[in-house]
């Protein structure tokens, strides 16, 4: 029951933000900010990897593999947005980083099952 919560939870959260990418909100210039070449395929991959990989996830198909590309994911997130803001103090950091620690976490338990 409770593998099939973090499941759902974390397939939402991934939809949810592909769909951001793919529909409402243009990351190129955020993308490009960070260093990252050709922005505009960068976002495209991603998008189209968490709507998938959170697709996977929340049907229960090969979640241990859909888990791993989500996990490199915030991992290049948090080292591309998060790390930067320590130079604000660990409390900023800490409250920024949230989510994404969050679902680190969630995603690894998922891994590992």
């Not at 090969?62 to 660990?90: C, E, Q």
């Given at each position: 029951?409770?593998?099939?919560?973090?499941?759902?939870?974390?397939?939402?959260?991934?939809?949810?933000?592909?769909?951001?990418?793919?529909?409402?909100?243009?990351?190129?210039?955020?993308?490009?900010?960070?260093?990252?070449?050709?922005?505009?395929?960068?976002?495209?991959?991603?998008?189209?990897?968490?709507?998938?990989?959170?697709?996977?996830?929340?049907?229960?198909?090969?979640?241990?593999?859909?888990?791993?590309?989500?996990?490199?994911?915030?991992?290049?997130a948090l080292l591309l947005t998060k790390i930067p803001l320590l130079h604000n103090g660990f409390f900023q950091f800490a409250f920024e980083a949230r989510l994404d620690i969050v679902m680190l976490i969630l995603?690894?338990?998922?891994?590992?099952?």
């Amino acid at each position: 029951m409770h593998n099939q919560l973090i499941r759902y939870a974390v397939g939402y959260v991934f939809i949810a933000s592909a769909m951001m990418k793919l529909f409402v909100a243009d990351l190129t210039s955020a993308f490009a900010s960070y260093g990252l070449p050709y922005p505009d395929v960068v976002v495209l991959i991603v998008a189209i990897t968490e709507l998938v990989c959170g697709i996977l996830i929340v049907c229960n198909y090969y979640v241990r593999k859909a888990a791993m590309p989500l996990l490199a994911i915030m991992i290049a997130a948090l080292l591309l947005t998060k790390i930067p803001l320590l130079h604000n103090g660990f409390f900023q950091f800490a409250f920024e980083a949230r989510l994404d620690i969050v679902m680190l976490i969630l995603l690894y338990i998922l891994w590992k099952k």
